[in-house]
């Protein structure tokens, strides 16, 4: 069964950093695309970076190009978001996500409704 479980998010201060996981369960992620995303209240959930299947190639939202790094160990079947010099506007509950598809390369901007497995959320909370 494909699972999906977030951690590392909170309270931070503008300008401060967070990293949060993604670890994997039921299968492999190095054979799996996988984005996050973040839902600002009121608005929808977009897409934040996406990591590929087998090569590892990242994406990011321009937004977040430079200040954002995703990456992948695959001995411990996670996926990292190291977030750096984070914004109050960028407060939102994160997600990460994975297809059913292996193998499959992600279109950017990634469609939520491409995305078959879901973490629980992890809130964001950038103020003083």
């Known amino acids: 069964q494909e699972q999906l479980v977030e951690s590392g998010g909170g309270l931070v201060q503008p300008g401060g950093s967070l990293r949060l996981s993604c670890a994997a369960s039921?299968?492999?992620?190095?054979?799996?695309?996988i984005c996050w995303f973040r839902q600002v209240p009121g608005k929808e959930r977009e897409g934040v970076s996406c990591?590929?299947?087998?090569?590892?190639?990242?994406y990011y939202a321009n937004s977040v190009k430079g200040r954002f790094t995703i990456s992948r160990d695959n001995a411990k079947n996670t996926v990292y978001l190291h977030m750096n010099s984070l914004n109050p506007e960028e407060t939102a509950v994160y997600y990460c996500?994975?297809?059913?598809?292996?193998?499959?390369?992600?279109?950017?901007?990634?469609?939520?409704?491409?995305?078959?497995?879901w973490g629980q959320g992890n809130r964001v909370t950038v103020r003083v």
């Open positions: 039921g299968f492999t992620v190095d054979y799996y695309a």
């Open positions: 996500a994975t297809p059913r598809r292996a193998r499959w390369t992600p279109q950017w901007p990634p469609s939520k409704y491409e995305y078959d497995y």
């Open positions: 990591i590929s299947a087998d090569d590892g190639r990242s």
